[in-house]
């Protein structure tokens, strides 16, 4: 048995909000819904070593972290729609796209309140983290990793994982790495932490041609390692590069402490991915993550095939866990 123990902090759930996508064909596609987190949980609950606890994090820290994330503007407009829209009306029509991205999903009744409460569990995983833990875990959503300094896209609106990174930043904890093992390219993670040279990003992902954001992209300095694939991976490829980005984050960068968005859409037959990975690999996933012998903060992004989530998280609990 593994004397290590995964903080597992749960966000507090707000009914009737799930976004829809619209694909680059234009078609609707899946819902990110409420079931999604509790399929993880229900992984994770079979890991005696999981201790789960509720987000605790004042409004007043949640907008300061969000502040220095995000532009006022962008924070002012999706707190004047949070309200404006009411039942089922959804809004397709702002300016507030990445560069050569078109809008792609719509605002609903509740918005901004979701999206804050999947921020706040991530504020709180990395407060986990600040207070002692070598493993905390945000179970939020919607995820946030294509979320930039002041647009939406992806089912993203705020970006959670940035408010992890900004967190342990804020705590004295640092250099930070974040590494997003999400199915696609978290273009709004990129964005944010390309003007932080204290923080070091490493993405693998799926072909930025291929899938979301369907555009080229570049690292804006040293401080980021993008690895795409135009293929899907073998897990000896994937898991190749997984060790490359923590030997880069670690070695190179010397991270003090590390954010992982995790995407569990990697893996065979998600409605939103495109690779054959089997959920197996998040045992070595966490394995080779927990050998860096730094704190790792998870905050859960993508992964859309419900009946493998318990899967996938129970596995990468394993590896994480040493088991």
């Known amino acids: 048995m593994s004397n290590l123990s995964l903080e597992v902090v749960l966000q507090t759930e707000m009914q009737g909000a799930s976004p829809i996508i619209?694909?680059?064909?234009?078609?609707?596609?899946?819902?990110?819904?409420?079931?999604?987190s509790q399929r993880i949980i229900q992984g994770l609950q079979r890991l005696p070593e999981c201790n789960f606890s509720t987000a605790e994090v004042s409004d007043l820290y949640l907008d300061n972290i969000l502040q220095q994330i995000h532009e006022q503007?962008?924070?002012?407009?999706?707190?004047?729609?949070?309200?404006?829209?009411?039942?089922?009306?959804?809004?397709?029509?702002?300016?507030?796209?990445?560069?050569?991205?078109?809008?792609?999903?719509?605002?609903?009744?509740?918005?901004?309140?979701l999206s804050r409460e999947g921020a706040r569990t991530a504020i709180a995983a990395a407060q986990k983290i600040v207070n002692g833990a070598s493993l905390s875990y945000a179970l939020c959503r919607p995820p946030g990793h294509h979320a930039g300094p002041g647009w939406l896209g992806g089912y993203c609106f705020l970006n959670n994982a940035v408010a992890a990174v900004v967190t342990l930043l804020e705590s004295g904890i640092g250099p930070v790495g974040l590494i997003d093992i999400d199915f696609h390219f978290g273009n709004g993670s990129a964005a944010l932490l390309a003007s932080r040279p204290d923080v070091w990003f490493g993405s693998i992902h799926s072909s930025t041609?291929?899938?979301y954001p369907y555009k080229?992209?570049?690292?804006?300095?040293?401080?980021?390692?993008?690895?795409?694939?135009?293929?899907?991976?073998?897990?000896e490829e994937f898991l190749a590069e997984v060790k490359q980005l923590v030997k880069?984050?670690?070695?190179?960068?010397?991270?003090?402490?590390?954010?992982?968005?995790?995407?569990?859409?990697?893996?065979?037959?998600?409605?939103?991915g495109g690779w054959h990975l089997p959920p197996a690999i998040f045992e070595e996933i966490g394995q080779i993550l927990t050998q860096a012998s730094i704190p790792l903060c998870l905050v859960q992004e993508g992964g859309y095939l419900l009946n493998a989530l318990d899967e996938c998280a129970y596995k990468f609990g394993l590896g994480l866990l040493g088991r």
């Open 73 to 113: 503007s962008y924070l002012d407009f999706l707190a004047h729609w949070n309200r404006a829209l009411v039942g089922e009306d959804l809004l397709f029509d702002y300016p507030f796209v990445d560069q050569g991205i078109a809008a792609d999903t719509p605002l609903f009744a509740g918005v901004y309140d």
């Open 216 to 235: 080229e992209v570049q690292p804006a300095n040293d401080s980021q390692t993008f690895i795409p694939f135009s293929h899907s991976p073998s897990s």
């Open 22 to 36: 619209v694909t680059s064909e234009g078609n609707k596609a899946g819902q990110e819904v409420e079931e999604r």
């Open 248 to 272: 880069k984050s670690k070695i190179e960068f010397g991270c003090a402490a590390m954010v992982v968005s995790v995407g569990y859409d990697i893996i065979i037959n998600d409605p939103h």
């Open 209 to 211: 041609i291929l899938s």
